[in-house]
């Protein structure tokens, strides 16, 4: 497992004790699938699927189609997990791209918060 792979496996882990604790995120997401690719525009890439509040198949590559995409570097994403990068800074320098829905972009504002 790579560095950022495991930057992502902590998060995933993380969301799941948030999901777990928190009953109002679990109504908010079960009705929810997502397609989610992480593109890092470097290599592979990263997916996994957000269903009904649970994330499933987390592997690398990407998917054929997806509803959320976040584009960044490597680099750029490990900064993003270490805390020395902020999402909006990165955001606002065209540093972090993303393709989605103003819904899933708030939906992922909480995951990540």
């Known amino acids: 497992m790579d560095e950022l792979q495991g930057h992502i496996a902590k998060a995933i882990d993380k ?6 604790e928190d009953e109002n995120l679990r109504k908010e997401l079960a009705d929810i699938t997502r397609n ?6 470097d290599n592979e890439g990263f997916s ?4 009904k509040g649970e ?3 987390f592997k690398k590559g990407k998917l054929p189609t997806a509803e959320i995409t976040l584009h960044a570097t490597t680099l750029d994403f490990k900064l993003l997990f270490t ?3 902020k999402p909006m800074k ?6 972090l791209k993303f393709d989605a829905s103003l819904d899933d972009v708030m939906r992922l ?3 990540i918060s």
């Open 15 to 20: 969301f799941r004790a948030k999901i777990a």
């Open 83 to 85: 805390g020395e990068l």
């Open 90 to 95: 990165a955001w606002a320098t065209k540093r």
């Open 48 to 51: 996994f699927i957000l269903d």
């Open 36 to 41: 989610v690719n992480v593109d890092t525009t």
């Open 109 to 111: 504002k909480k995951l």
């Open 55 to 57: 994330i499933k198949d």
